[in-house]
């Protein structure tokens, strides 16, 4: 079957009792079973009965095998937030004395995981420019346990060649970790790309216009015993499993990704053409427009899928805080991927309990303005941007 196919028609685990063609949602907390003998076998995973709602639940289970059939993936993890399988999948691979390999363009509360929180658990960090493959080379030791990367960075909108990143890592006998969830993994396939594990905000494109919060984590099954460590301690141990409720929206919502993604894609590339032409604004960054610097490495590794997120530049974090008050269609809000178009100052918001010389070290600038493009139509959008901007020159 064909992707999109795929996404609406995954088979059951179990036939229904009522013959639903939409799986129920099991709120429950525990099973009953028939006896001793299978009560053990679902507890020490020897069957794919679910012992308890807080590892295994039939409805977050149909959700991660829509996910595992449409990515091909060894194993597909659904958790509470982008977050939570992002530090899953790092204490997962990491240990006391390791060291993680990444940089430091990334999603500020990623940055603060890597760069602060995992120290204090004695996980060190060595930030490097991953576009730089000399440089990534010199970052790795003996006591690197991963090269971790956003496939498309927030909001510098860098893209690393993961290829190479994919080499330097094996040769190393290292993981490839990467944060995918700027482009969905039904428009590319990441593992043909040398990556090993994904994780994703399921909250974005997947949800289905911000509904509920999640995250995945997809295994490819080249990390050796990565799969039965996150099954059998990260999720034990940790608690962060996806709830029943919230994989029922992200199921529907899973159904609907091409069709929505395929509106906010061509809204973003029409906008971002459209916006060079407004004075104002002093740089569009789009990684869809053919001269942006990582468009022809984004078109090798992504296809002609270049997201449905973009920035622009205006001359101060004066003029940036007086267009974003003028918006009337577009909503100030954070998030990525909603239904309705958002407008967000990150340098003030998402990494405004960063210091100034943090940030810098970040390129996260005051000047910035981040725009993720929903499914209202496109000229509408424009007129409002060009009405914010034309109310700054007044």
């Known amino acids: 079957m064909k992707k999109q196919t795929s996404a609406i028609h995954t088979q059951f685990q179990r036939r229904d009792a009522y013959d639903a063609i939409s799986m129920p949602v099991y709120h429950t907390a525990a099973y009953e079973f028939d006896n001793s003998a299978v009560m053990v076998d679902a507890f020490c995973g020897r069957s794919d009965s679910p012992d308890y709602s807080r590892v295994m639940n039939p409805t977050v289970t149909y959700f991660e095998n829509k996910?595992?059939?449409?990515?091909?993936?060894?194993?597909?993890?659904?958790?509470?937030?982008?977050?939570?399988?992002?530090?899953n999948t790092l204490m997962c691979v990491a240990a006391a004395g390791k060291n993680i390999v990444s940089s430091r363009h990334m999603f500020g509360n990623t940055y603060a995981l890597i760069a602060g929180t995992l120290g204090r658990f004695g996980i060190s960090a060595h930030l490097t420019?991953?576009?730089?493959?000399?440089?990534?080379?010199?970052?790795?030791?003996?006591?690197?346990?991963?090269?971790?990367?956003?496939?498309?960075t927030n909001p510098q909108m860098e893209v690393a060649d993961l290829k190479m990143l994919a080499a330097i890592a094996h040769r190393h006998g290292l993981p490839l970790i990467a944060d995918t969830t700027m482009i969905p993994f039904t428009e590319f396939c990441a593992h043909d790309l040398g990556v090993d594990i994904e994780v994703v905000s399921s909250t974005k494109y997947i949800s289905g216009g911000a509904t509920s919060i999640g995250g995945l984590v997809i295994d490819y099954g080249s990390c050796r015993d990565f799969g039965r460590r996150m099954r059998n301690e990260m999720l034990l141990n940790l608690g962060a499993y996806m709830t029943p409720h919230v994989a029922y929206m992200q199921t529907i919502g899973l159904e609907t990704l091409d069709a929505r993604y395929r509106i906010q894609h061509t809204n973003a590339c029409t906008l971002a053409r459209k916006?060079?032409?407004?004075?104002?604004?002093?740089?569009?960054?789009?990684?869809?427009?053919?001269?942006?610097?990582?468009?022809?490495?984004?078109?090798?590794?992504?296809?002609?899928?270049?997201?449905?997120m973009l920035t622009i530049e205006l001359e101060s974090r004066e003029a940036c805080f007086a267009f974003i008050d003028r918006l009337k269609l577009i909503r100030r809000a954070t998030n990525l991927f909603d239904n309705k178009t958002l407008a967000i100052h990150p340098a003030s918001t998402i990494f405004g309990n960063f210091s100034d010389s943090q940030r810098k070290s970040m390129d996260v600038l005051d000047t910035t303005i981040r725009l993720s493009i929903g499914l209202e139509d496109a000229d509408d959008l424009f007129d409002d941007i060009r009405q914010a901007l034309e109310g700054n020159k007044q």
């Not at 440089?135 to 690197?144: G, I």
């Not at 004075?279 to 990582?294: A, M, S």
């Open 275 to 308: 916006l060079r032409q407004l004075p104002g604004i002093g740089k569009v960054n789009y990684i869809g427009l053919e001269d942006n610097p990582f468009h022809d490495l984004a078109l090798r590794q992504f296809g002609p899928s270049a997201g449905a």
């Open 129 to 152: 420019d991953l576009t730089d493959e000399a440089a990534v080379e010199q970052a790795v030791d003996a006591d690197t346990c991963c090269i971790y990367l956003e496939t498309i």
């Open 67 to 87: 996910v595992k059939a449409l990515t091909g993936a060894h194993e597909v993890i659904a958790l509470s937030s982008g977050m939570a399988a992002i530090s």
